[in-house]
């Protein structure tokens, strides 16, 4: 996958041993990203043993890979989200956006953490060709935000020039070197760390990792979206409830644009989201958009030509520096699922694009549901909650599962691995069989099963990430099988060894 701007500019937390050896704590957090590793703050702080387990590097996840807006304003609208929820409850949405950002803010000032946490103007502006339908639609979100009390501002010409909602007082920051600071926060305080540790099971008080046993009495789940539990039906179901996105972004430099120093966001559908940074007279814009359901676009380069195309009309003497891609998960009705299942575990997931806030509210509630304490957003965000419309969207979310599953095991493989070029991958017939075949670089084939471990379906090529994206419920794999991402708790099997490449011509 490319590297993102923050990935490039921020260097390791740090490094961390593999788990070794059994071990026993009170509490286990899986997953280092900025929920994880915040949440094993706060625990630690409650003088508790924490553990903390990734499976990766810590920070690799999508942490890296958001572009980092610190905001209370969901990407579901409000008078979206006014179709499932009551207006107390939308009040409190919000204000757990709210209470987010201050999480952020406090760790950042507290630890003094140099990661450009600056406060800006929020907007949200009407898309280009929008029309009266779009300006009234705008018009009631920011009625219903000011009858819930939120400070906004009505704009008739926004930062480009169309009508515009102004929210005050949101941020943004360097993620990775936000959370590399929260890391070294969470060792000093005596966390302890292990990467390069997958969990290969999470069952009553223990879980499995690289063949030990970690005993705990509260575990935290913060991998972005839960892994499945396989043959566990009642996590699956949960799986359901969830619908995995892929969006782009890409950092630009321009000479000078006449925008402010903002977080923006535009009413398309799907919408494309900016930040600006001014400095030394040039101006910084990381673009975003082009939203899709992972697995579900036949090109993914053409989200990448959309993207220059708006960049375009917003600066047109920018110069591209990087480009990258990440994973959204969107909850059902709109707002995240953060709480405890029925076998005790504490999950969170379904950020939407509200992952930096959300995921440290999320913490902090991990650690007042180990403290038996009550909080405020428990029964707002808890994973049972349900609603006749939360069916609706669930059923559509997930069309995709039961076409996929069928389609892509009765339609045509349509090439040949002679037909493959390097650094290409493909489902192809292989040897009498289908396979995800990859062609690396110096020419030899990967041949992999292209059965998707969670629920089966079969994978598809990303040739603009070069990975393996499962269509039904977006888990992905690199080129060569590896899991990046679940619900799927392993990577794709291979079915042979490399061979030699055979005529590339
Ligand atoms: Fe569910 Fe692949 S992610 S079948």
Not at 190 to 202: K, R, T
């Amino acid at each position: 996958m490319k590297e993102s701007y923050w990935q490039a500019t921020a260097g390791p937390a740090g490094d961390f041993p593999a788990l070794d050896h059994d071990l026993e704590t009170d509490v286990l957090v899986v997953g280092g990203g900025i929920t994880g590793v915040t949440a094993a703050l706060e625990l630690r702080r409650m003088g508790v043993r924490v553990v903390l387990l990734e499976r990766r590097k810590m920070s690799s996840g999508d942490t890296g890979r958001t572009t980092a807006h610190i905001t209370m304003m969901t990407d579901t609208k409000l008078t979206e989200l006014a179709k499932h929820f009551d207006e107390e409850e939308l009040r409190l949405a919000w204000e757990g956006g709210q209470a987010g950002m201050q999480i952020i803010r406090s760790h950042g000032e507290k630890h003094g953490i140099d990661c450009d946490l600056t406060d800006v103007p929020g907007f949200l502006e009407l898309h280009a060709g929008a029309e009266e339908k779009d300006f009234e639609s705008l018009r009631e979100e920011l009625e219903l935000a000011r009858k819930l009390g939120f400070s906004v501002n009505w704009l008739d010409h926004g930062p480009l020039g169309r009508a515009a909602i102004r929210f005050p007082d949101q941020a943004k920051f360097h993620p990775l070197r936000y959370l590399d600071g929260l890391i070294r926060q969470a060792l000093n305080t005596g966390v302890e760390i292990h990467e390069n540790s997958p969990v290969d099971e999470i069952a009553g008080d223990s879980a499995t990792c690289r063949g030990f046993s970690v005993s705990y009495k509260f575990v935290v789940i913060a991998t972005h979206v839960p892994p499945s539990r396989g043959s566990d039906l009642g996590a699956d179901l949960f799986q359901t409830k969830l619908s995995a996105y892929s969006t782009y972004a890409i950092r630009a430099e321009s000479a000078s644009t006449q925008l402010p120093e903002m977080i923006w966001s535009d009413t398309a559908d799907p919408f494309f989201y900016l930040r600006v940074k001014k400095e030394k007279g040039r101006d910084f814009l990381i673009l975003g958009g082009c939203d899709h359901k992972t697995g579900a676009m036949e090109s993914t380069g053409s989200a990448g030509a959309a993207l220059e195309e708006k960049l375009k009309e917003i600066s047109d003497d920018s110069r591209i520096t990087h480009r990258w891609s990440g994973q959204i998960i969107e909850p059902v009705d709109g707002l995240p699922f953060i709480g405890t299942d029925g076998d005790g575990r504490f999950i969170a997931t379904g950020f939407s694009g509200n992952g930096m806030t959300y995921g440290s509210l999320a913490a902090q509630m991990a650690r007042d549901a180990f403290a038996g304490r009550e909080n405020r957003w428990r029964k707002l965000f808890a994973l049972n909650r349900k609603t006749p419309s939360c069916i609706a969207g669930y059923v559509k979310e997930n069309a995709t599962f039961p076409a996929s599953f069928v389609a892509d095991r009765l339609g045509k493989p349509q090439e040949t691995s002679a037909d493959l070029p390097c650094s290409c991958g493909a489902v192809l017939d292989f040897d009498g069989g289908r396979s995800a075949v990859f062609r690396d670089e110096s020419g030899l084939l990967h041949v992999l099963d292209p059965v998707c471990p969670h629920l089966g379906c079969i994978v598809r090529w990303n040739e603009t990430e070069k990975t393996w994206d499962c269509p039904c419920h977006g888990s992905r794999f690199n080129a060569t099988g590896g899991l990046i991402a679940g619900p799927a708790v392993r990577g794709l099997s291979r079915r042979d060894e490399d061979q030699p490449a055979v005529n590339v011509g």
